[in-house]
């Protein structure tokens, strides 16, 4: 199921920008890790040019570093190029230690990203990992990258994790499991089931999506013996769907949903909450997970691992979540790029 | 009747799912007439059935409830069940006929485990809503079995496939309600249950895994405070009592830990936890065994495929899956010193302050 992304075949590359993150994590070192190699896109990390020059020096892998011009055009980079939004540190940087100093960095340069993508300048937004605790304890709210993009662009999030053509959204995400009946409404789920449709259509350039639901319940509330949220607040929210003619189907039984006899049949499929969807992406092998932020007015990939704090300037890590995340949000830009418009 | 074989009391299930065909083709297969001596429970006409949708015929010595099992010189019984009106239950239909067969067959099973005619039960597909219809007042066949056998410690299904357990803390329960049916009490119940269901299936120190209740093992209790306040002291409480059982992990990386084989056994904290990861990676494999009971209970791990029934195209699989795993536990269980021992289990409840 596990298909290779599509790259844009036209002369112009994409571009994309990549948020390392947390400066005293690993971000940094992606960035240079993935600059050694050429590319066929360009990519622009949006970080402290003197941070990666060090953490290349540290890696002892030679880049020459390319200040990012908005004003020309996508260029794809050689080897050893590596192309920068320079964006100023609080304070110097040591390897595995964050300081709440740079908190504000790291949102800086969030910013920067997201809004040179709102106002077109890039094709689409990756972002590396953040220490979610260093800004809090800075005194700055922070519950996520996802809840943080939403609001700096008044925008509602769904969020997804798609391996290959096996995509899981999520109609609740990070709440206590208690909390999640009663948070999932039919005004909620219908606003994520239209979220994920047109992101469907309009993202991943599926014509016509088929979508499987899950119940919230075992067997789906087997007729509202085990539950009613299925009664009361699923099935409706499907069936005015349907009247439109939209192809969603359940609720269904979680456990034969995610069975490969189900599967074969959609594009994408609603989970209810948080491990009743992402486990089966982890476990499955259906290779390599990115999540996705639907519903927003820029494309957001996401790598799938944290900070890793005593990795930074080791060299001894992996860049294969972040190509993932890369390939994706190419496969997305070309969607975009190609899409006639609405 | 052999000695060394275990007896093994065989439940029709509903007559309209595909447990008719199933039946049959488990008795049509050498391997399994050779493993047990047999005891099938239920309707001729719907054996018939069976038999007519596979074309094979089964040779039966039809005998009562009075001299089945251990008494009958026969290796294959039949012990006909009337039931008014089962020869015209349609074909993927629930009906009350059906729910009322079904739960007729398991108590007569229970009985002659009582009675120690038979060893070991498993019973083919059921459906909740025909035994609901029929006169069942549990969610469940485990709540039905328990009230027979009068149990009050913890009984509970476990699925079984490609070698990996899950046992469950709730199973046919509401989401919104899973939360206040989670104590300490409960999950130590549970965990103990893995332990002496695992020992007497033949582990000597099963490895248990406590899954999380909420997302990320509720984070430090940013995301729920389950972990911190139920799942973790419980956990302590059985390693103290010497158990090998680690956790509360989250979901998502706990199973694949399982399918690597750090772990025996999963206990999970609701159903969809365990079923969708266990329905996945044991894909078209897996066993119910009813655990807790004084009888090893096994049944495949799949429902009575309405879509399907009559096609003769169901895998058997998951249904001689169940039978053998039947055979092994029900073997030699008088010097086992017997089944499952309510009073030990009893002794465990009394938990170290």
């Given at each position: 199921?596990?298909?290779?992304?599509?790259?844009?075949?036209?002369?112009?590359?994409?571009?994309?920008?990549?948020?390392p993150?947390?400066?005293?994590?690993?971000?940094?070192?992606?960035?240079?890790?993935?600059?050694?190699?050429?590319?066929?896109?360009?990519?622009?990390?949006?970080?402290?040019?003197?941070?990666?020059?060090?953490?290349?020096?540290?890696?002892?892998?030679?880049?020459?570093?390319?200040?990012?011009d908005?004003?020309?055009?996508?260029?794809?980079?050689?080897?050893?190029?590596?192309?920068?939004?320079?964006?100023?540190?609080?304070?110097?940087?040591?390897?595995?230690?964050?300081?709440?100093?740079?908190?504000?960095?790291?949102?800086?340069?969030?910013?920067?990203?997201?809004?040179?993508?709102?106002?077109?300048?890039?094709s689409?937004?990756?972002?590396g990992?953040?220490?979610?605790?260093?800004?809090n304890?800075?005194?700055?709210?922070?519950?996520?990258?996802t809840?943080?993009?939403?609001?700096?662009?008044?925008s509602?999030?769904?969020?997804?994790?798609?391996?290959?053509?096996?995509?899981?959204?999520?109609?609740?995400?990070?709440?206590?499991?208690?909390?999640?009946?009663?948070a999932?409404?039919?005004?909620?789920?219908?606003?994520t089931?239209?979220?994920?449709?047109?992101?469907?259509?309009?993202?991943?350039?599926?014509?016509?999506?088929?979508?499987?639901?899950?119940?919230?319940?075992?067997?789906?509330?087997?007729?509202?013996?085990?539950?009613?949220?299925?009664?009361?607040?699923?099935?409706?929210?499907?069936?005015?769907?349907?009247?439109?003619?939209?192809?969603?189907?359940?609720?269904?039984?979680?456990?034969?949903?995610f069975?490969?006899?189900?599967?074969?049949?959609?594009?994408?499929?609603?989970?209810?909450?948080?491990?009743?969807?992402?486990?089966?992406?982890?476990y499955?092998?259906?290779?390599?997970?990115?999540?996705?932020?639907?519903?927003?007015?820029?494309?957001?990939?996401?790598?799938?691992?944290?900070?890793?704090?005593?990795?930074?300037?080791?060299?001894?890590?992996?860049?294969?979540?972040?190509?993932?995340?890369i390939?994706?949000?190419?496969?997305?830009?070309?969607?975009?790029?190609t899409?006639?418009?609405? | 009747?052999?000695?060394?074989?275990?007896?093994?009391?065989?439940?029709?299930?509903?007559?309209?799912?595909?447990?008719s065909?199933?039946m049959?083709?488990?008795?049509?297969?050498?391997?399994?007439?050779?493993?047990?001596?047999?005891?099938?429970?239920?309707?001729?006409?719907?054996?018939?059935?069976?038999?007519?949708?596979?074309?094979?015929?089964?040779?039966?010595?039809?005998?009562?409830?009075?001299?089945?099992?251990?008494?009958?010189?026969?290796?294959?019984?039949?012990?006909?069940?009337?039931?008014?009106?089962?020869?015209?239950?349609?074909?993927?239909?629930?009906?009350?006929?059906?729910?009322?067969?079904?739960l007729?067959?398991?108590?007569?099973?229970?009985?002659?485990?009582?009675?120690?005619?038979?060893?070991?039960?498993?019973?083919?597909?059921?459906?909740?809503?025909?035994?609901?219809?029929?006169?069942?007042?549990?969610?469940?066949?485990?709540?039905?079995?328990?009230?027979?056998?009068?149990i009050?410690?913890?009984?509970?299904?476990?699925?079984?496939?490609?070698?990996?357990?899950?046992?469950?803390?709730?199973?046919?329960?509401?989401?919104?309600d899973?939360?206040?049916?989670?104590?300490?009490?409960?999950?130590?119940?549970?965990?103990e249950?893995?332990?002496?269901?695992?020992?007497?299936a033949?582990?000597?120190?099963?490895?248990?895994?406590?899954a999380?209740?909420?997302?990320?093992?509720?984070?430090?209790?940013?995301?729920?405070?389950?972990?911190?306040?139920?799942?973790?002291?419980?956990?302590?409480r059985?390693?103290?009592?010497?158990?090998?059982?680690?956790?509360?992990?989250p979901a998502?990386?706990?199973?694949?830990?399982?399918?690597?084989?750090?772990?025996?056994?999963?206990?999970?904290?609701?159903?969809?936890?365990?079923?969708?990861?266990?329905?996945?990676?044991?894909?078209?494999?897996?066993?119910?065994?009813?655990?807790?009971?004084?009888?090893?209970?096994?049944?495949?791990?799949?429902?009575?495929?309405?879509?399907?029934?009559?096609?003769?195209?169901?895998?058997?699989?998951p249904?001689?899956?169940?039978?053998?795993?039947?055979?092994?536990?029900?073997?030699?269980?008088a010097?086992?010193?017997?089944?499952?021992?309510?009073?030990?289990?009893?002794?465990?409840?009394?938990?170290?302050?």
């Amino acid at each position: 199921m596990v298909t290779t992304p599509t790259l844009p075949t036209d002369s112009t590359p994409l571009r994309l920008a990549f948020t390392p993150g947390e400066p005293a994590g690993i971000g940094p070192d992606l960035a240079v890790l993935l600059a050694a190699k050429p590319r066929e896109y360009e990519l622009v990390s949006v970080a402290s040019r003197a941070l990666l020059e060090s953490r290349a020096d540290l890696l002892g892998i030679a880049l020459s570093l390319r200040e990012f011009d908005p004003t020309a055009l996508p260029q794809a980079d050689d080897a050893g190029v590596l192309c920068v939004m320079d964006t100023a540190l609080g304070t110097p940087v040591t390897c595995g230690e964050p300081h709440i100093d740079n908190a504000s960095y790291v949102l800086n340069c969030l910013d920067q990203a997201v809004d040179a993508c709102v106002n077109g300048s890039f094709s689409g937004l990756v972002t590396g990992p953040v220490q979610k605790s260093i800004i809090n304890d800075a005194g700055i709210a922070f519950s996520g990258h996802t809840e943080y993009i939403a609001e700096r662009t008044q925008s509602s999030p769904v969020m997804m994790l798609a391996a290959g053509d096996f995509r899981v959204a999520l109609a609740t995400t990070h709440l206590p499991l208690s909390k999640v009946a009663s948070a999932i409404t039919q005004r909620s789920l219908l606003q994520t089931c239209r979220i994920l449709y047109r992101d469907l259509q309009d993202r991943f350039g599926i014509t016509s999506p088929r979508i499987l639901v899950c119940g919230l319940n075992p067997h789906a509330g087997e007729g509202g013996h085990l539950g009613d949220e299925e009664i009361g607040v699923i099935t409706p929210v499907l069936d005015q769907l349907r009247a439109e003619e939209l192809s969603f189907t359940g609720p269904l039984p979680a456990d034969t949903l995610f069975t490969p006899r189900h599967l074969e049949h959609a594009d994408a499929v609603l989970a209810m909450y948080h491990d009743q969807g992402l486990p089966v992406l982890k476990y499955a092998g259906f290779g390599t997970a990115v999540n996705v932020t639907l519903g927003l007015p820029l494309i957001r990939t996401s790598v799938d691992h944290g900070t890793a704090l005593d990795l930074a300037g080791s060299g001894k890590i992996e860049t294969g979540s972040l190509r993932a995340a890369i390939n994706m949000a190419l496969e997305l830009a070309h969607v975009e790029a190609t899409r006639p418009a609405r | 009747m052999s000695t060394t074989k275990p007896v093994i009391g065989m439940v029709q299930g509903d007559p309209a799912g595909i447990g008719s065909e199933l039946m049959v083709k488990l008795l049509a297969d050498d391997e399994v007439r050779q493993r047990a001596d047999i005891v099938v429970i239920g309707a001729p006409s719907v054996f018939k059935r069976g038999e007519d949708i596979t074309g094979h015929t089964i040779e039966r010595q039809h005998t009562s409830a009075f001299d089945a099992g251990r008494v009958c010189d026969a290796a294959l019984q039949h012990i006909d069940l009337a039931i008014d009106g089962i020869a015209d239950v349609p074909l993927s239909q629930v009906s009350a006929a059906g729910g009322q067969s079904s739960l007729n067959g398991l108590k007569l099973a229970f009985e002659l485990s009582k009675k120690k005619r038979i060893d070991g039960i498993c019973f083919m597909p059921l459906n909740k809503e025909s035994m609901h219809l029929g006169g069942n007042p549990y969610m469940d066949e485990i709540g039905f079995a328990r009230d027979y056998f009068g149990i009050d410690t913890a009984a509970s299904e476990f699925n079984i496939a490609k070698g990996m357990w899950n046992g469950r803390v709730t199973s046919h329960v509401a989401m919104k309600d899973v939360p206040a049916m989670l104590s300490e009490e409960r999950i130590c119940q549970s965990i103990e249950l893995a332990d002496s269901t695992l020992r007497m299936a033949g582990y000597e120190r099963p490895r248990i895994v406590v899954a999380a209740y909420n997302p990320h093992a509720g984070e430090g209790g940013i995301m729920g405070r389950e972990e911190i306040d139920i799942i973790r002291p419980a956990v302590q409480r059985m390693q103290e009592r010497q158990v090998h059982v680690s956790g509360p992990f989250p979901a998502d990386t706990l199973w694949l830990k399982v399918r690597d084989g750090e772990y025996d056994v999963v206990v999970t904290m609701y159903h969809d936890q365990g079923q969708i990861a266990i329905k996945l990676l044991g894909f078209d494999q897996g066993v119910s065994l009813l655990a807790g009971l004084p009888v090893p209970v096994t049944t495949p791990a799949h429902g009575t495929a309405f879509d399907i029934a009559g096609e003769n195209k169901a895998n058997i699989t998951p249904a001689r899956n169940a039978f053998m795993m039947c055979c092994d536990l029900s073997e030699g269980l008088a010097e086992k010193g017997g089944w499952y021992d309510a009073s030990r289990a009893a002794d465990n409840k009394k938990l170290p302050e």
